[in-house]
C-alpha cells in the first residue's frame, strides 16, 4: 500500500490565483482530513469528511472548499490565495467501523504539500 | 473546548540519557490521547495512544507514555535517547465533540539528542 499521497510537494501561487491540493489514500478509510501546519502552532483542521459524499468545516475552513467524490480522493481546493494561506498542508485517513462507536483513532498522514503565497 | 499543551519548545539530551517529553491536556470526559513524531520534511507518523486501561502505554521505536489523569498529563518518555530520535514531537487529544473524530494538536516539542 502507498498509504496517503499528497501532490504537489511544493507549490508557489500569486495572490488570487487558485489551485487544487490533491490527497488520495489506498487503505480504505473512511474518514479523511485536511489540516494546515503552521510555524510553532501545531496543526489546526480545516475540513474533514466521515466517507464519500459527506464533508464538514474544521477549525480554519475560510478560504477553503472540498469534495469527496469517492472514497479514495479528498481535494482541497484554494479559490483566491492571499499570503494568509502560506503554510504547510497535511492530509489524513483513519477508518471508524460504522456499527460501533469508536474507530482505530490512529490517522495516518501524507507526506505534505509546502505552499507558498505571494 | 479540548486543549493540549506542550511546555517545552525544544529538550536538548544526550545520547544514551533517558528523555521526557511534556504534555497536558485539557478535556471533559475521558481523554484519548495520542503522541506523534514528524522527520523533517515528512508527515506525522504515530507513536502510541492512551484510549483506556494500563497508564503505561508502550509504542514505536522504545517510547512510552505515562497517564496521569490526576496531572492531566501524558509525558512521553524513552530510557535511552538515540541521535536518531531528534525530531518534532506532538501530543494530541481526541475531540468526540462537534468536530467528529477531531483531533486537537499540541504546538509541538522539538527535541534534539546530542551526540
Known amino acids: 500500500n502507498a498509504g496517503v499521497t499528497q501532490t504537489p510537494k511544493f507549490r508557489i501561487l500569486k495572490i488570487g490565483q487558485s489551485m487544487t491540493l490533491q490527497c488520495a489514500q489506498d487503505?480504505?478509510?473512511?474518514?479523511m482530513y485536511w489540516y494546515r501546519q503552521d510555524p510553532g502552532m501545531g496543526l489546526k483542521l480545516i475540513y474533514y469528511s466521515v466517507g464519500a459524499g459527506i464533508t464538514d468545516k474544521g477549525e480554519v475552513p475560510n478560504g477553503y472548499n472540498v469534495s469527496r467524490s469517492t472514497t479514495e480522493d479528498f481535494p482541497l481546493r484554494l479559490e483566491l490565495a492571499a499570503p494568509s494561506q502560506t503554510s504547510v498542508y497535511f492530509c489524513?485517513?483513519?477508518?471508524?467501523?460504522?456499527?460501533?462507536?469508536?474507530?482505530?483513532?490512529?490517522?495516518?498522514f501524507g507526506p505534505g504539500t509546502r505552499l507558498t503565497v505571494l | 473546548a479540548q486543549s493540549v499543551a506542550q511546555p517545552e519548545d525544544q529538550v536538548n539530551v544526550a545520547e544514551g540519557n533517558p528523555l521526557t517529553v511534556k504534555c497536558t491536556y485539557s478535556?471533559?470526559?475521558?481523554?484519548?490521547l495520542f503522541w506523534y513524531v514528524q522527520y523533517p520534511n515528512r508527515g506525522l507518523q504515530f507513536l502510541l495512544k492512551?484510549?483506556?486501561?494500563?497508564?503505561l502505554v508502550k509504542g514505536s521505536y522504545g517510547f512510552e507514555a505515562e497517564f496521569n489523569k490526576s496531572q492531566t498529563s501524558f509525558h512521553l518518555k524513552k530510557p535511552s535517547a538515540l541521535v536518531s530520535d531528534s525530531a518534532l514531537y506532538f501530543c494530541a487529544v481526541r475531540d468526540i465533540g462537534n468536530y467528529g473524530q477531531n483531533f486537537v494538536f499540541g504546538p509541538g516539542t522539538r527535541l534534539s539528542v546530542l551526540p
Open positions: 489524513a485517513s483513519s477508518y471508524k467501523p460504522r456499527t460501533s462507536g469508536r474507530g482505530t483513532d490512529t490517522q495516518y
Open positions: 492512551y484510549i483506556t486501561g494500563d497508564n
Open positions: 478535556v471533559s470526559g475521558n481523554p484519548y
Open positions: 487503505m480504505n478509510h473512511n474518514y
